[in-house]
């Protein structure tokens, strides 16, 4: 997403982050500086199963997952960033996390609250990895998104200046997937790609993001949707990952940095009226049992990244 409204680190950058405005144009958006590369082959190696979660107790394991941001001194949610994000209206709450079933179920409900002074219309929930960072790899969720016009629901890693958006959408759009990577440096880079498909929350489906040295693609139910490379033409578009030949490239000014590691996160939040998704401009109950559902979480690496 180029417009910065989704981010979670939007709220940590602004307590972080001094003020700072470095005008870019279209192309240093798209194209950085030409680098030598020596190409690469095809990384054949299987991919290895490091972390996952398949909920099947009855309750969440507090040993892979923290509820909230742990952006504090002591990694604890006391912070302002801890429990609310960028221009979404809601407050991430423990109660609305719960495991049963077989499932993770991350809630949502209206009603007014304060989070470190800052006033929210509605709460919401969010898992992120408790210690666990992974620098290159796949990224892999089965779950149903939730409807409803304002939900916003997220797949998506966080770690050093890198965002990777393995998905997210807008309860009023449920047929249109967004993907998207930044790199929140000085100055900030982004990019990002839609895909129309039939009303993905009717039902669960399998989401994935392969992030590899030189290229990074998105899957939904095994199918490619999205692709940028680490490396991209004169004219900004990716280069393939491998089998490129050798010699200078320009390179892609928001792909994720190698030293990197990201935590992976999914969250369900409220937009704001004005913000990423189409929020409610008061608040707005959902049925009851309004919920991002999660099958299973799994996280695999090729052999020579353990």
């Known amino acids: 997403m180029i417009i ?37 082959a095809c990384d054949t190696a299987a991919w290895q199963l490091v972390f996952s979660d398949e909920f099947d107790g ?46 993770l179920h991350l809630g ?6 304060e989070w470190y ?3 929210k219309e509605h709460d919401g929930a ?32 966080f770690g050093g200046e890198t965002e990777i958006d393995v998905f997210e959408f807008c309860g009023e759009q449920s047929n249109l997937f967004k993907g998207a ?33 030189d290229g990074i693609s998105w899957y939904i139910d095994g199918e490619l949707v999205l692709y940028r490379g680490r490396f991209v033409d004169k004219r900004g578009r990716p280069l393939p990952a491998c089998e490129r030949s050798p010699g200078e490239h320009f390179t892609a000014p928001y792909y994720p940095r190698s030293e990197d590691g990201v935590n992976i996160i999914l969250d369900l939040a409220v ?19 309004t919920s991002f559902d999660v099958d299973y979480v799994r996280v695999f690496q090729r052999r020579g990244n353990l």
């Open 108 to 113: 949502v409900r209206a009603g007014a609250g």
């Open 181 to 213: 990577l930044h790199r929140w440096g000085r100055p900030k880079f982004s990019t990002n790609g839609k895909r129309r498909l039939s009303d993905l929350s009717r039902g669960f489906h399998e989401y994935a993001v392969e992030w590899e040295r």
């Open 126 to 157: 969010m898992v992120h990895t408790a210690i666990d960072r992974f620098t290159y790899g796949r990224f892999e969720v089965r779950c149903r998104i939730p409807k409803g016009a304002g939900l916003w629901p997220a797949f998506w890693g």
């Open 4 to 40: 910065m409204q989704r981010t979670f680190f939007a709220s940590a950058c602004a307590l972080l982050l001094p003020a700072i405005t470095l005008a870019q144009t279209k192309r240093e958006k798209r194209i950085g500086p030409k680098v030598n590369d020596e190409g690469a």
């Open 58 to 103: 009855e309750a969440l394991d507090r040993g892979k997952w923290r509820t909230w941001f742990p952006y504090s001194a002591d990694g604890s949610d006391q912070c302002e960033g801890c429990r609310i994000m960028g221009t979404s209206n809601t407050i991430f709450r423990d109660d609305l996390v719960t495991v049963k079933n077989g499932q």
């Open 271 to 289: 937009s704001e009226p004005k913000g990423f998704c189409k929020g409610p401009k008061r608040p707005t109950p959902w049925p009851e049992g």
């Open 117 to 119: 002074s800052k006033r």
